[in-house]
C-alpha cells in the first residue's frame, strides 16, 4: 500500500489531488501511520484555495488531530479499533457492511469486477480485497493508471458504485461512534466528506 501521499492536495489539478487522497486513505486504513507519514500530516496544508470549500474543514480537524497525538497513541488506537485477536471492534472490510459476513457475495463479486480490471491481489497482503485500504489504491489506480481502457471516469464511476459507495458511510459512523477513536474519528470524518464529494462528482456523469 502507499505511503506517499502528498498531502496537499488543494495545490494540484483535480485528478491528481483525487488520486493522492486514495492513496493517502489507502495508507491511513491499511496500518498506523509511519513516521515519515505522520510528519507529513502535521506540516500539512489545510487551508483550501476556496473559503468553505467542502473538505476544508474535516482537513483541518485531521491535521489537528495528527498534531495532537504522538504516534505511539495513534499507533495504540488503530491496535484497538481494528486489530487484536478474533473480532475487532469496528471493521474495514465490505463483506461485513453488505452481507453482515466475512468472505461472502461481496468479496466473490469484487474478485469478478478487479479481473475484469486486471487486477490481482498483491499476495503480501493478508488482507482480503473488500479491505477499505485495498479499495481505495484501486481507486487511486483507477484515477492515475497509464491504461485510459482501464483509467477512466466510467471505470472509476462502476467501481466505486459497486464496492465503496454501498458501506463506506456505515464503516465511518461505526469509527464515529467508538468511545476510544480520537484521530480515527476525525479520519473517518474527513473520509465521509471525500466520499460525498465523490458521489456528487459521479452522480453528475449520469
Excluded at 469478478?112 to 480485497?129: F, K, N, Q, V
Excluded at 471516469?153 to 465503496?164: A, G, K, N, V, Y
Aim: aromatic content about 10%; charged content about 25%.
Amino acid at each position: 500500500m502507499t505511503q506517499q501521499a502528498q498531502l496537499s492536495p488543494s495545490g494540484l489539478d483535480e485528478e491528481t489531488a483525487r488520486a493522492e487522497i486514495y492513496g493517502l486513505l489507502a495508507a491511513l486504513y491499511y496500518a498506523p501511520p509511519s513516521v515519515q507519514l505522520s510528519e507529513k500530516l502535521r506540516v500539512a496544508v489545510t487551508e483550501a484555495p476556496a473559503a468553505g470549500a467542502m473538505l476544508e474543514a474535516s482537513w483541518r480537524e485531521l491535521v489537528a488531530v495528527a498534531r495532537r497525538l504522538p504516534e505511539d497513541a495513534v499507533r495504540r488506537e488503530y491496535d484497538t479499533l481494528f486489530g487484536g485477536v478474533g473480532r475487532p471492534e469496528v471493521y474495514l472490510f465490505g463483506s461485513h457492511y453488505l452481507s453482515g459476513f466475512l468472505n461472502e457475495k461481496p468479496l466473490a463479486a469484487l474478485r469478478t469486477d478487479l479481473a475484469a480490471l486486471g487486477l490481482a491481489r498483491d499476495e503480501a497482503m493478508a488482507e482480503t480485497e473488500d479491505h477499505i485500504a485495498y479499495l481505495c489504491e484501486v481507486m487511486r489506480y483507477l484515477i492515475a493508471g497509464d491504461d485510459v481502457e482501464v483509467a477512466n471516469l466510467t471505470r472509476q464511476r462502476e467501481f466505486f458504485s459497486r464496492h465503496l459507495q454501498p458501506w463506506v458511510s456505515a464503516l465511518c459512523d461505526a469509527m464515529q461512534a467508538h468511545p476510544k477513536a480520537d484521530f480515527y474519528r476525525s479520519l473517518a470524518a474527513f473520509t465521509q466528506a471525500f466520499i460525498s464529494v465523490e458521489t456528487q462528482g459521479f452522480d453528475m456523469l449520469v
